[in-house]
Nanobody, 123 residues
Framework: QWRLEESGGGSVQPGGSLRLSCQVSGFDVSSQCMAWFRQTPGTEREWIAALWPGDLSKSYDSSVKARLTISADLSKNTVYLQMINMVPEDTAIYSC????????????????WGQGTQVTVSS
């Protein structure tokens, strides 16, 4: 059974940093496109970062690229999202997702999802 479980969310002040984790079971993170999305109330899930299967190359949404780093620890089968210089607009539910292939960044292209973790940026 494929399972994705996020952790690391919470409250952070503007300018702060946070690292989210996505623990994966049932498949190897290097075998799938692993992505992070975020969602605010009343909006659709927004793709922000991805690790490509195989070589683990990285893709980012241009609006957040300078402040995000996606990475993986293959020994832990875990994907991370490091966020720096956070702003209130980063407040959202962050979810990791898996797909057989990268390159299409709509939420509907990803079949497997975690439950999400809340991130709040506020002073």
């Amino acid at each position: 059974q494929w399972r994705l479980e996020e952790s690391g969310g919470g409250s952070v002040q503007p300018g702060g940093s946070l690292r989210l984790s996505c623990q994966v079971s049932g498949f190897d993170v290097s075998s799938q496109c692993m992505a992070w999305f975020r969602q605010t109330p009343g909006t659709e899930r927004e793709w922000i970062a991805a690790l490509w299967p195989g070589d683990l190359s990285k893709s980012y949404d241009s609006s957040v690229k300078a402040r995000l780093t996606i990475s993986a620890d293959l020994s832990k089968n875990t994907v991370y999202l490091q966020m720096i210089n956070m702003v209130p607009e980063d407040t959202a539910i962050y979810s990791c997702a898996a797909s057989q292939a990268c390159g299409r960044w709509s939420a509907s292209d990803f079949a497997y999802w975690g439950q999400g973790t809340q991130v709040t940026v506020s002073s």
